[in-house]
């Protein structure tokens, strides 16, 4: 890849004035070798190999950032989804290895380590269920840990018993760290069509298909794109797709560059680069203040997910032009406790939950980072979680839901975790009842688009 001069003037620029930076690398770690059957040595093996592979990355990523003079928000690993190399585990065995992985996270300096997860879209597993019940407590006594199920797909369907199952979770997750505004339910992750290759967390896995090690990055970029689109001024919708574009096509740019760099130190291989736009809580760093300079007077007015749709389908198509290594979930994220622009939207009363989940049609990934009432039954955390799976299932594309039920919360509360995490207004929930559709249980049969074999 050749760097023009001028592309590496306007990416110093974009650093020091418009909030760019890389938002993780983050190093991919099999553990299919680790089992034993004595869950002390599955436990070292773990240990072991994270520490072997890890040990530098945080340094090496360092060392790239002084070089290039560009930020690296976050280190983390990701590892196999756990439920699959440790399937004859029990509970408490379950929670011993994500100790293990906090512990391991820890001694190499990474913020958070993900891959506490299992993939149910079909079925579950003895081992699977063990893991998804230890879940609440595994959160609840770690710091770094992030957890992700995946229970519904484009060709297996919505797998209705998981999707009770994970509501279950998240309440009970809620319960044991409502001492701290309910954070599990902030490292936990329910998917559809989650993808292997994933370098956000808390929803990342080290998929079954993926090599030994790897390292993916994820870029960021939102202030950048909102700078080029107020520049821009009083242009047409397609000359303003055409100004988005090219400002992707940059930060993927640099997004590889660094990607590959830190591989290279770290010895690995490279994965992919991951172009969504992944705002924060620093102002100007918001996707909702770009929908609002596109033309709309706040998020959620009418022409709300128009909008999105068209900042999605340009980051998709300039990502696309400039990498060949484009993966992962590559589109534009709409968490509430991360973007200050969708935090105001939400206090002023002008972006609803059934907003949400309709933007959520256009773009990446899905209801994330939405806080709730703490009483909200399981059945209609369940229908949510239904709702959301359903459009990924129909559109196959990745969907999720990230959602706090914050324990001893109502309407108009916040949760305040900090830093990326950021805060969230708990949102309204509609109280008609679910209990009679998710009761049903089984499974919703998969789409028509499922048969292109």
Do not use: W
């Amino acid at each position: 890849m050749q760097y023009e001069f001028e592309e590496i003037l306007e990416t110093i620029r974009m650093t020091e004035i418009e909030h760019f930076d890389i938002r993780t690398v983050t190093m991919g770690i099999s553990l299919r070798d680790c089992s034993d059957r004595n869950i002390k040595v599955t436990c070292q093996k773990i240990y072991d190999k994270i520490i072997r592979y890890g040990k530098n990355h945080v340094k090496y990523a360092k060392e790239i950032e002084a070089q290039y003079g560009i930020s690296i928000a976050n280190k983390r690993v990701s590892v196999t989804p756990i439920s699959i190399p440790f399937d004859s585990c029990k509970e408490e065995e379950f929670i011993e290895i994500a100790r293990t992985l906090d512990k391991a996270a820890a001694d190499i300096g990474i913020d958070y380590i993900a891959g506490y997860s299992a993939l149910v879209q079909k079925g579950m597993t003895n081992g699977e269920k063990e893991l998804i019940n230890s879940i609440p407590h595994a959160l609840a006594s770690t710091k770094r840990v992030c957890s992700s199920v995946n229970v519904a797909s484009t060709k297996t369907g919505i797998n209705i018993d998981a999707v009770k199952l994970m509501s279950e979770t998240i309440k009970k997750t809620a319960e044991l760290t409502k001492d701290n505004d309910s954070i599990g339910c902030a490292k936990l992750v329910v998917f559809a069509n989650a993808v292997e290759d994933n370098p956000f967390v808390a929803g990342a896995f080290h998929g079954v298909s993926e090599p030994e090690v790897v390292l993916n990055v994820g870029i960021s970029g939102p202030g950048v794109v909102l700078d080029a689109i107020r520049e821009a001024g009083r242009v047409d919708l397609q000359q303003l797709a055409e100004v988005i574009k090219k400002t992707i096509f940059k930060i993927t740019r640099a997004g590889e560059l660094i990607g590959r760099k830190v591989a290279e130190k770290n010895g690995i291989p490279f994965g992919i680069v991951d172009i969504s736009l992944a705002p924060t809580p620093a102002e100007g760093d918001s996707i909702g203040d770009i929908l609002k300079a596109m033309g709309l007077e706040d998020v959620g007015a009418p022409g709300t997910t128009a909008a999105l749709a068209m900042l999605n389908d340009a980051v998709k198509k300039a990502g696309l032009m400039a990498s060949s290594s484009v993966g992962g979930l590559s589109g534009a994220f709409i968490p509430v406790s991360e973007d200050m622009g969708m935090i105001r939207a939400v206090q002023n009363g002008n972006l609803t939950l059934e907003k949400l989940e309709a933007m959520t049609a256009v773009c990446s990934v899905g209801l994330d980072m939405i806080a709730i009432p703490g009483d909200t039954p399981v059945e209609t955390i369940a229908g949510i979680i239904a709702d959301e799976s359903a459009i990924g299932v129909i559109n196959d594309k990745t969907t999720a839901v990230r959602i706090i039920p914050a324990f001893g919360k109502v309407v108009g509360d916040f949760v305040d975790y900090g830093g990326l995490l950021g805060k969230a207004p708990v949102m309204e929930v509609k109280k008609l009842c679910s209990a009679g559709f998710i009761n049903r249980g089984g499974r919703i049969p998969a789409p028509m688009r499922s048969l292109t074999n």
